[in-house]
């Protein structure tokens, strides 16, 4: 056996140890689905109107510049053999560079949006967090697991509670 794999029967077997020994002195431990309350938790709609209102008039100039770029792209295809060569190329070049910059533009706009929705996320992970607390208090448990958990009675699974008290927080 090599070492990683020694390393992590240790690992594995202090973890049983010390859930089997937490569950024989009455350790009480509840779940939670945090993917579940970011999908209804009222203030994840808050943020996402916040955001799209925010980033609105950066969308509204992106599809305006691929309007644009569209209906040059449409003069090209339609007058393109009418056309002098000198005007044609001109049409060609600005429409490459068009292409170019809301290319550039759209990248700018999709990290930008990330970075928001991450900020946001972060801040509503901590509420979350404090909520997931103040149930658990509420309800005498002494560990409450986020992720890895296979199944629980729907006893110690405090998803709804934790949503409930976020609508309380609107």
């Known amino acids: 056996m090599n070492r990683q794999k020694k390393l992590l029967m240790l690992v594995l077997l202090a ?46 100039q992106l599809v305006a510049q691929q309007k644009k770029l569209n209906k040059l792209r449409a003069k090209l295809a339609r007058d393109g053999s009418i056309m002098s060569e000198s005007e044609k190329k001109r049409l060609e070049r600005d429409i490459l560079s068009r292409a170019r910059k809301l290319k550039d533009a759209q990248s700018e706009f999709q990290e930008d949006l990330s970075l928001r929705q991450n900020e946001e996320l972060a801040k509503l992970r901590k509420v979350i967090s404090e909520v ?16 890895g958990v296979v199944w629980t009675k729907d006893q110690y699974n405090i998803t709804d509670q934790v949503i409930q008290e976020l609508k309380k927080q609107r």
């Not at 939670?32 to 955001?51: G, Y």
């Not at 997931?132 to 992720?147: N, T």
């Open 15 to 60: 973890f049983l140890f010390a859930g089997n020994s937490a569950m024989a002195s009455g350790t009480k431990v509840a779940f939670v689905q945090v993917a579940k309350v970011l999908q209804v938790a009222p203030q994840v709609k808050r943020i996402k109107e916040r955001i799209r209102r925010e980033f609105a008039k950066r969308d509204s």
């Open 132 to 147: 997931v607390i103040k149930v658990a208090k509420r309800g005498g448990f002494d560990m409450v697991l986020e992720s």
